[in-house]
């Protein structure tokens, strides 16, 4: 199975969890969210198999998050939020065939990794 990072090169939580995976062995497939962001029922997924709740995965200290008022919002207006603005979008989501994880702290990564 394939592994699989929404990465953002400027994030050093995203990079340091890519260079553990490459540290492991793993080429994975690289996804630059910001440039391809996933569909709303890929982050709903993405999401659930984390076992996070919506609001977990939204990166609420980002200047849009206040713009768009999100603090009330429920969660289909965030994953809404999300795909329109994918800078909300907290990173690095990591699938492996043993799970998804939101890699921050990097190392999180390691309990994923085949």
């Given at each position: ?102 890699a921050r702290p990097p190392g ?7």
């Open positions: 199975m394939t592994t699989t990072i929404y990465h953002n090169p400027r994030c050093s939580n995203s990079r340091g969890a890519l260079e553990l995976i490459r540290a492991a062995g793993i080429e994975p497939q690289v996804i630059d969210y910001l440039e391809h962001p996933p569909t709303r029922d890929k982050l709903r997924d993405l999401i659930e198999r984390a076992g996070l709740s919506v609001r977990d995965a939204i990166r609420s200290k980002e200047a849009q998050y206040a713009e768009l008022g999100l603090d009330q919002a429920s969660d289909e207006q965030l994953l809404d939020a999300m795909v329109a603005h994918p800078v909300l979008i907290n990173r690095p989501f990591v699938v492996t065939e043993k799970g998804v994880r939101l999180l990564v390691r309990e994923i990794l085949p």
